[in-house]
T-cell receptor
Framework: SQQGEEDPQALSIQEGENATMNCSYK?????LQWYRQNSGRGLVHLIL?????REKHSGRLRVTLDTSKKSSSLLITASRAADTASYFC??????????FGTGTRLTIIP | DSGVTQTPKHLITATGQRVTLRCSPR?????VYWYQQSLDQGLQFLIQ???????AKGNILERFSAQQFPDLHSELNLSSLELGDSALYFC????????????????FGPGTRLTVL
């Protein structure tokens, strides 16, 4: 399967701490995107990183991409209760569609 | 609010029945995608349309079909429903299927929760 896999499956941290989640995939990509999903709601696009980029920032989010290791990480700094959600990586393998990973369930403890 | 609307929000039906889910993309978006999200399968891509034409197919069952109309809204038809079809069905839209060197950002609707009894 080309599906990306997030690690860890679940993560609980104290409010204010940083959260890091990882995504690994198996074949070459055009880009990789991160999405957030609050329980039972639609997915919200967070950030897109292209295969020729190594790092991108958006507010408290920092995404890195290592194409040699076929992996990406999402760092959320200074976490807030509102960050509690599931986070998915989605990979573009060049077939004009996104393949979503299994997700990391993040819980921020107030 | 992503600008993508889906109706209905909830749908409860019986096995063997047929239902239609509707999606209106964001204003200006030409591409529509359908996904199924279930606990055991995760988020699965079903099908994609671009400007009225089928663009890509994923794990869509033969009992399922979709179309995109001239006004760009889309409908997903699910027939001969089985218990295992119970899931959240999401529609997403993007301006085009591609953006520069890769797949464009997709904007998701709130989903339709289908329960088959």
């Amino acid at each position: 399967s080309q599906q990306g896999e997030e690690d860890p499956q679940a993560l609980s941290i104290q409010e204010g701490e940083n959260a890091t989640m990882n995504c690994s995939y198996k074949t070459s990509i055009n880009n990789l995107q991160w999405y957030r999903q609050n329980s039972g709601r639609g997915l919200v696009h967070l950030i897109l990183i292209r295969s020729n980029e190594r790092e991108k920032h958006s507010g408290r989010l920092r995404v890195t991409l290592d194409t040699s290791k076929k992996s990406s990480s999402l760092l959320i700094t200074a976490s807030r209760a509102a960050d509690t959600a599931s986070y998915f990586c989605a990979t573009d393998f060049g077939n004009e569609k996104l393949t979503f990973g299994t997700g990391t369930r993040l819980t921020i403890i107030p | 609010d992503s600008g993508v609307t889906q109706t209905p929000k909830h749908l409860i039906t019986a096995t063997g029945q047929r239902v239609t889910l509707r999606c209106s993309p964001r204003s200006g978006d030409l591409s529509v995608y359908w996904y199924q999200q279930s606990l055991d399968q995760g988020l699965q891509f079903l099908i994609q349309y671009y400007n009225g034409e089928e663009r890509a197919k994923g794990n869509i069952l033969e009992r399922f079909s979709a179309q995109q109309f001239p006004d760009l809204h889309s409908e997903l038809n699910l027939s001969s429903l089985e218990l295992g079809d119970s899931a959240l069905y999401f529609c997403a839209s993007s301006v085009t299927p591609w953006a520069g060197e890769g797949t464009d950002t997709q904007y998701f609707g709130p989903g339709t929760r289908l329960t088959v009894l």
